[in-house]
């Protein structure tokens, strides 16, 4: 391929990501062992998962469901007639010595992802895989170990490939689309998504080619990303050497490239395991997998409202704005919180500020989330409430919300124990305003003669001796008032 | 000691009257065959271990039964023995194989359990060709075994060994496994019956592949009515064999006619053509086999399996792709033998599987890795799939025309020790009759049809998917008529009567 040297010419990227997501089944993909993360080595195995002679697979069915129901929320079609094929080579980490996969009929074909800017990224395709086994070697890698020891715990935990087509154009989008991803698989709750445990793992096959054309230049495949943050520096990293290479005159090769994050580098990986031929065939201990129309309809009932689909309808319901909706919609029972609070409450725009302001603090400054706090989405309600109907002052508000996020007490509990009720009585108030006006003449006086500050000094002597519990609008408002 | 049986024939459902009628205890009978198989593990070498311990123990609790008057199996004390690629809790499992000479199993496979639930007191481990891969006993990586009617001659493969401790009636009943034809050419080498059942009628789960599509168990027994017992014991729906079809199990053993009025008999025309080409006697003992079939009111009528000669060609892409996969788990790295790398991985895998796999094992996985590489996978291993399909239609064809088929098991009788071991597709050519209804997944089976120069022979009898019954209930008619086994009595007991 013909590479261009001219120095002025500008690189584009092109960039496609293969995502794998382990899925939250209770059991493996072709066992009965349980699939949890963190258990000591080598306890969640059986004869079939060790790869042990004479054992076969049977198919999970909640795997084939969950992936379905992620290609259903894709818009992907879903192969109502799909098999399973054998991917051979060697590695000490899978016990059968080849992967249990999905070669040329995967599970489903097409769909997209959309993105929070709107734009759609396409999938090529989203298969079923078993994982393979933990290489833990004594030294950094295989080769530099004196010996390299084999957790067989995640062999044959459900693995679903996400395949993008190469339609993502930066770093910036990659990002957009791993988080739009993640947030759907974990509204339809079908995986952990937890990048750092390694329930969702990128690699990305990225090239660059001049701006304005089409062919498509030599891609690198990128592995070893462990965050969203290092996609993107990985991908940044990779779209400048490449564009140095080629504006050097260099050619690129196709080649297979790990991360590495502390010294924010990309490097071949040169391995001989590079000239694989996995030599795919059916699996034959597995019979072609069949869903028919009753159980894809169901599955498709079962699917819930998704987070862009959320986002939309809370700006057109609630009157929040997209950034608002956008972040209420990022974790699926946050958003139903905030759901169960606007419509308990019946003023979205009041909860969606505090969901996002004091709750949000309350909950950080308690190291709690949404789901270990106690709070109640009516009890956050009651709190917008009488706040709107004056019963407590705004300052007050916030000592409440803490106290309700915290420990979960009813707002009006809190709010007796405390005393932080509000004294909105008109006549009540006007007898303290009275008196203050009667004990300060001078200040009177000053703020007649055209000093406007002088009303803030009245303001603050009525509040001082209603120990803070005057409704301080309706002060200010009788003050004017009396002032004339 | 005599052997476990009065008679010239034991089976195994006279051994369970006998010991329901309290005449003969399990334990006894256990001990017998035990010591039997021990006596003549000499001139025969059919087992790779006995398991006394395990047999005896098993037998007491059986006669603990019987005693206490509760409910029998249908196999109740009746000693067995299971080919070595059966897995068997806590038992060495090696597959006739130096690669898993060391491998104990740490669960059993679902046929043995269901056997040992049924009654069966399993004595021993019997030998084979490695991983199944062979037509005579002789690619055992330990010893080969020998037929008990010419221990000169090859007791058949790949489950040589238990078609020789059955032909020798050291006990009623064995287990093999059939991919191309491991059970039915050992049964027509060792004259007795062996049963390949429908693929998918007899969970796989703990029996060591060799071509997943293929690999079928079965049983090989005295006679057509202990086939049929332990066929019904075995046969089934497995959740661990996701290839194992949910059909239900018919009564086998209670459905054996004695006439074949009504009966419309299948004779391959093809096959014929082709016996006509070899041994004249042969050829003879076959068509006094039809006649016999036409003697008991059978009707007999040509069919055509036109692509049925292709099918060793089919058999020898589909069986080394599907083995190449299936016996790249035997690297050293978590069970087995293992042969050290010198600090490299890729090195253990190589010197492992170099040390641990036997020449046809070898050539096997190098033909099916061939086959499956990109480039050859579409010329190969694609079309063998195509005219596996053409070859199954042959057998739809073929069956609207007729209940079951009748044709040769073999191509010749017995042959001697190393007669054809230096020659591979000589062996091959062995499974040149019964490769079609493998490749085609029917059942099949091999029953006693008489001698040619001494030396046994075994007709096939083949029916359609899940029509085991018909076939059995065919070769119960035809043994009871003929009584080809139970004529005569095994040279390797009437030389170890003149050595005694």
Known sequence: MQQAIERNVSY??????????????????????????????????????????????????????????????????????????RKNYFYPDMPKNYQISQYDMPLTTGGSVRLASGKRIALNRIHLEEDT?????????????????????RAGVPLMEIVSEPHIATPEEAEQYLSALKSVLSYIGVSDVKMHEGSLRCDANISVRPAGTSTLG????????????????????????????????????QETRNWDDARG???????????????????????????????????????????????????????????????????????EFFEAVARACGDGKQAANWMLGDVRRSLEKHSLTLATSPVRPAQLAELIRIVAAGQISGKAAKEVCDAVVAEGTDPQAVVAQRGLSQISDTEAVGAMVDDALAANPESVASYKGGKAKALEFLVGQVMKSSRGKANIDIVRELLRERLG | ????????????????????????????????????????????????????????????????????????????????????????????????????????????????????????????????????????????????????????????????????????????????????????????????VGVKPTYGRVSRYGMIAFASSLDQAGPMTADVRDAADVLEVIAGYD??????????????????????????????????????????????????????????????????????????????????????????????????????????????????????????????????????STGYYDAYYVRAQKVRTLIKSDFDSAFAECDVIACPAVSCPPFELGAKSQDPLAMYLMDYFTIPMSLAGIPALSIPAGYVSDLPVGLQIVAPAFHEGRMLAVAHAYEQATQHAAARIPAVRSEGARAS
């Open chain 1, 12 to 85: 584009q990227p092109v960039i496609g990501l293969e995502v794998h997501v382990e899925l939250a089944t209770q059991s493996k993909m072709f066992c009965g062992c349980r699939n949890v993360f963190g258990a000591p080595p080598n306890t969640l195995v059986c004869p079939v998962c060790l790869g042990m002679p004479g054992t076969l697979p049977v198919i999970n069915r909640r795997a084939v469901e969950f992936l379905c129901k992620t290609g259903m929320a894709l818009g992907c079609d879903v192969a109502p007639f799909s098999k399973f094929d």
């Open chain 1, 133 to 153: 086994g933990k290489n833990i070697h004594a030294g950094t890698s295989m080769a530099a170990s004196e010996y390299t020891l084999i957790d067989y715990n």
């Open chain 1, 218 to 253: 030599v891609k690198a495949e990128v592995k070893n990303m462990n965050s969203f943050r290092s996609v993107v520096r990985a991908l940044r990293f990779e779209i400048e050497r490449q564009t140095e290479a080629l504006t050097s005159g260099e050619r690129i090769i």
């Open chain 1, 265 to 335: 580098v990309t490097y071949s990986t040169r391995s001989k395991e590079q000239a694989h031929d996995y030599r795919y065939f059916p699996d034959p201990d597995l019979v072609p997998l069949t869903l028919d129309d009753a159980t894809l309809a169901q599955w498709r009932e079962e699917l819930p409202e998704l987070p862009l689909d959320k986002r939309d309808r809370f700006i057109a319901e609630y009157g929040v704005s997209e950034y608002e909706a956008g972040i209420l919609t990022e974790d699926r029972s946050a958003a």
């Open chain 2, 1 to 192: 000691m005599s052997s476990i049986h009065a008679t010239s024939l034991p089976t195994g459902h006279a051994l369970r009257e006998a010991i329901r009628r309290r005449e003969r205890s399990a334990e006894e009978i256990t001990r017998a065959a035990l010591h039997d198989a021990e006596s003549l593990q000499g001139p025969l070498h059919a087992y790779i271990r006995l398991l006394p311990e395990r047999a005896l123990e098993r037998a007491r609790r059986i006669d603990g039964l019987v005693r206490a008057g509760e409910p029998l199996g249908t196999l109740a004390g009746v000693p067995v023995a299971v080919k070595d690629l059966f897995c068997l809790q806590g038992e060495f499992t090696t597959c006739g194989s130096r690669i898993l000479e060391n491998f104990r199993s740490p669960y059993s496979a679902t046929v043995v359990e269901k056997l040992e639930a049924a009654g069966a007191i399993i004595i021993g481990k019997t030998n084979m060709d490695e991983f199944a891969m062979g037509s005579s006993c002789e690619n055992s990586a330990f010893f080969p075994t020998r037929n008990p009617w010419d221990t000169t001659r090859v007791p058949g493969g790949s489950s040589g060994g238990s078609a020789s401790t059955v032909g020798a009636r050291t006990v009623p009943i064995a287990l093999g496994t059939d991919t191309g034809g491991s059970i039915r050419e050992p049964a027509s080498f060792c004259n007795i």
């Open chain 2, 239 to 372: 959740p661990m064999d996701s290839t194992s079809v949910d059909v239900a199990v018919p009564p086998y053993a209670s459905e054996l006619p004695d006439d074949l009025h009504g009966v419309r008999i299948g004779i391959v025309a093809e096959f014929e053509a082709s016996i006509a080409q070899g041994d004249a006697a042969l050829a003879a003992l076959y068509k006094q086999a039809y006649k016999d079939l036409e003697r008991l009111g059978a009707q007999l009528v040509e069919v055509h399996l036109p692509h049925a000669q292709y099918g060793l060609a089919t058999y020898y892409l589909i069986a080394p792709a599907e083995c190449s996969s299936n016996l790249a788990r035997y690297d050293g790295a978590r069970y087995g033998r293992r042969v050290d790398g010198d600090g490299d991985v890729y090195a253990m895998f190589d010197r492992t599987r170099a040390a641990g796999f036997g020449d046809e094992v070898k050539r096997r996985i190098i033909l099916g890795t061939y086959a499956l």
